[in-house]
T-cell receptor, first 115, second 115 residues
Framework: DAKTTQPTSMDCAEGRAANLPCNHS???????VYWYRQIHSQGPQYIIH???NNETNEMASLIITEDRKSSTLILPHATLRDTAVYYC????????????????FGKGTSLLVTP | DAGVIQSPRHEVTEMGQEVTLRCKPI?????LFWYRQTMMRGLELLIY????????DSGMPEDRFSAKMPNASFSTLKIQPSEPRDSAVYFC???FGTGLTDTQYFGPGTRLTVL
């Protein structure tokens, strides 16, 4: 799986948009970009994923550059409850049902939302 | 659905003792994962199952660790004998593998302390 690079930490004011960047310059054509987050003392929580198109759900938006070498997770109106470690993960799906389902979590970005 | 259930939530034991961690995946999910999280190494995949069969156990640290999945609704991770360096939070996760959008749902974790 390709590796990702994320900033160690970021701050965001409550109510503002939080934009979390991720570099994945060696991503392959069949690798998806996944975002998970982990709130303190809880298990990781799925946020969103995408392949090449931008995606949006009730939690966040995912913007993937045209060359797919980087992406940005956007929390449109951050709240104090969004304070967490955010993980950007690229994961291959080669169609083999017995491979590629593991998630390789890196260090993530520690997002602090302040009042 | 109650989500992924793990027990116990906290376990304190002495070096040399056997420890058994338990997990009940979300009903209908056919993949089950065991992860370990420490400050030093972050989140690491230990082993995962597909339809109760172990697929990849390359992350299991050593022979002291073993995992079983006797049926679709129950899995155990056993450490025998336990050592202080096994102290960590152990997460279980499950997913319904479709090959493309298999989001992993994590349990609350078991915090293990080996004295």
């Amino acid at each position: 799986d390709a590796k990702t690079t994320q900033p160690t930490s970021m701050d965001c004011a409550e109510g503002r948009a939080a934009n979390l960047p991720c570099n994945h310059s060696t991503i392959s054509g069949n690798e998806y970009v996944y975002w998970y987050r982990q709130i303190h003392s809880q298990g990781p929580q799925y946020i969103i994923h995408g392949l090449k198109n931008n995606e949006t759900n009730e939690m966040a938006s995912l913007i993937i550059t045209e060359d797919r070498k980087s992406s940005t997770l956007i929390l449109p109106h951050a709240t104090l409850r969004d304070t967490a470690v955010y993980y950007c993960i690229v994961r291959v799906d080669d169609g083999d049902s017995n491979s590629g389902y593991a998630l390789n979590f890196g260090k993530g970005t520690s997002l602090l939302v302040t009042p | 659905d109650a989500g992924v259930i793990q027990s116990p939530r906290h376990e304190v034991t002495e070096m040399g003792q056997e420890v058994t961690l338990r997990c009940k995946p979300i009903s209908g999910h056919d993949y089950l994962f065991w992860y370990r999280q420490t400050m030093m190494r972050g989140l690491e995949l230990l082993i995962y199952f597909n339809n109760n069969v172990p697929i990849d156990d390359s992350g299991m640290p050593e022979d002291r660790f073993s995992a079983k999945m006797p049926n679709a609704s129950f899995s155990t991770l056993k450490i025998q004998p336990s050592e202080p360096r096994d102290s960590a939070v152990y997460f279980c996760a499950s997913s319904f593998g479709t090959g493309l959008t298999d989001t992993q749902y994590f349990g609350p974790g078991t915090r293990l302390t080996v004295l």
